[in-house]
């Protein structure tokens, strides 16, 4: 009901109708922005109906890329103006959405960061010991890769070049490396559809994009309040009234999502040899559209296994966690 409350105080100050959406970086419970959270965002909007400004209060660390594009064009087609405000983090993805917003209203702790994707699938490379799980291969990665054999190493014949080539399609499969590239031509297309909300000149827009999609250098970097607006992004600074309702905010879902508390599972069973836990993981709410929330619910269950070593044989305990429910629920 605090919450409540406070949404809509800014949203008297913002003149506007407010949304908040945060996926949690909780670690252990790290959730990103995928194709499911546009149903419950759909339901929020359409309690909302059309008005003339939105403000979306934006909390991630990223996810999926088209998923961003789909909430842009899917929030712009209920609203004449969109804004975006960040209280704290929002990265990745959640940089790709702030960029087809009119404006950003950033925090002295709000970062954004670069756009560049990593690819996942069954064919990126094994990680050692581990033979169900995959490396995630970053685009940045690749271009590093390439780029310090034709700049730090002035390597540009044709052949060599096909050598070191060759050389990473051993590491990585040849149709993983193809999606890489294909990723990095997307998110630059679509980062550029989304940015001209922002009202730049094309040669700020493309200056932009590169940065964010090439030449920031790492995946985690980030880009703090004052260099944003060096960039040229339209960028605009709370109020002496605004922020403290903007912090607000932040700090209820914080504890709501146990943001600074560690999902560990030896500490959620302690001396029981088995318990049941539910655990929130991403928020959607507005003032109208109530409250949609990403949920797991699982059974951790404590199991003693034999293991035989060269010393002979041992037991081991380990935690096996059965999850019983994922998804969103409507409250």
């Not at 252990?28 to 546009?38: A, F, H, V």
């Given at each position: 009901?605090?919450?409540?409350?406070?949404?809509?105080?800014?949203?008297?100050?913002?003149?506007?109708?407010?949304?908040?959406?945060?996926?949690?970086?909780?670690?252990?419970?790290?959730?990103?922005?995928?194709?499911?959270?546009?149903?419950?965002?759909?339901?929020?909007?359409?309690?909302?109906g059309?008005?003339?400004?939105?403000?979306?209060?934006?909390?991630?660390?990223?996810?999926?890329?088209?998923?961003?594009?789909?909430?842009?064009?899917?929030?712009?087609n209920?609203?004449?103006?969109?804004?975006?405000?960040?209280?704290?983090?929002?990265?990745?993805?959640?940089?790709?959405?702030?960029?087809?917003?009119?404006?950003?209203?950033?925090?002295q702790?709000?970062t954004?960061?670069?756009?560049?994707?990593?690819?996942?699938?069954p064919?990126?490379?094994?990680?050692?010991?581990?033979?169900?799980?995959?490396?995630?291969?970053?685009?940045?990665?690749?271009?590093?890769?390439?780029?310090?054999?034709?700049?730090?190493?002035?390597?540009?014949?044709?052949?060599?070049?096909?050598?070191?080539?060759?050389?990473?399609?051993?590491?990585?499969?040849?149709?993983?490396?193809g999606?890489?590239?294909?990723?990095?031509?997307?998110?630059?297309?679509?980062?550029k559809?989304?940015?001209?909300?922002?009202?730049?000149?094309?040669?700020r827009?493309?200056?932009?994009?590169?940065?964010?999609s090439?030449?920031?250098?790492?995946?985690?970097?980030?880009?703090?309040?004052?260099?944003?607006?060096?960039?040229?992004?339209?960028?605009?600074?709370?109020?002496?009234?605004?922020?403290?309702?903007i912090?607000?905010?932040?700090?209820?879902?914080?504890?709501?999502?146990?943001?600074?508390?560690?999902?560990?599972?030896?500490?959620?069973?302690g001396?029981?040899?088995?318990?049941?836990?539910?655990?929130?993981?991403?928020?959607?709410?507005?003032?109208?559209?109530?409250?949609?929330?990403?949920?797991?619910?699982?059974?951790?269950?404590?199991?003693?296994?034999?293991?035989?070593?060269?010393?002979?044989p041992?037991?081991?305990?380990?935690?096996?966690?059965?999850?019983?429910?994922?998804?969103?629920?409507?409250?």
């Amino acid at each position: 009901m605090n919450r409540l409350e406070l949404y809509k105080a800014l949203e008297e100050k913002r003149n506007s109708k407010l949304i908040v959406y945060t996926t949690s970086d909780r670690k252990g419970l790290e959730t990103q922005i995928s194709p499911d959270i546009l149903s419950p965002f759909a339901n929020h909007l359409d309690s909302l109906g059309e008005t003339k400004k939105i403000s979306l209060l934006l909390y991630t660390r990223g996810g999926n890329t088209l998923t961003a594009w789909s909430l842009v064009n899917l929030i712009r087609n209920y609203c004449e103006d969109f804004e975006i405000i960040i209280p704290f983090h929002c990265h990745s993805a959640g940089t790709l959405i702030s960029l087809g917003a009119n404006r950003i209203m950033m925090t002295q702790q709000a970062t954004l960061g670069p756009i560049d994707p990593s690819v996942n699938g069954p064919l990126n490379p094994q990680i050692p010991g581990n033979p169900n799980a995959r490396v995630p291969v970053s685009v940045e990665f690749v271009d590093s890769y390439l780029n310090l054999a034709k700049k730090e190493l002035n390597i540009s014949d044709d052949a060599t070049l096909g050598l070191i080539l060759t050389h990473l399609a051993d590491k990585i499969h040849p149709l993983t490396i193809g999606q890489v590239y294909r990723s990095k031509e997307q998110i630059k297309m679509l980062a550029k559809k989304l940015i001209k909300n922002q009202g730049l000149t094309p040669e700020r827009e493309d200056k932009i994009v590169q940065f964010l999609s090439s030449d920031s250098g790492s995946h985690d970097y980030t880009i703090h309040r004052n260099e944003a607006i060096e960039l040229g992004l339209n960028i605009e600074i709370p109020s002496a009234e605004e922020y403290p309702l903007i912090k607000g905010i932040y700090q209820e879902i914080e504890k709501d999502l146990k943001l600074r508390q560690p999902f560990d599972p030896k500490l959620v069973l302690g001396n029981n040899n088995s318990i049941q836990y539910t655990t929130n993981r991403a928020i959607i709410e507005s003032v109208t559209g109530g409250r949609d929330v990403f949920i797991s619910e699982g059974m951790l269950v404590k199991q003693t296994i034999k293991q035989n070593t060269p010393q002979g044989p041992i037991q081991k305990n380990i935690i096996q966690d059965n999850r019983l429910f994922e998804g969103w629920r409507h409250f």
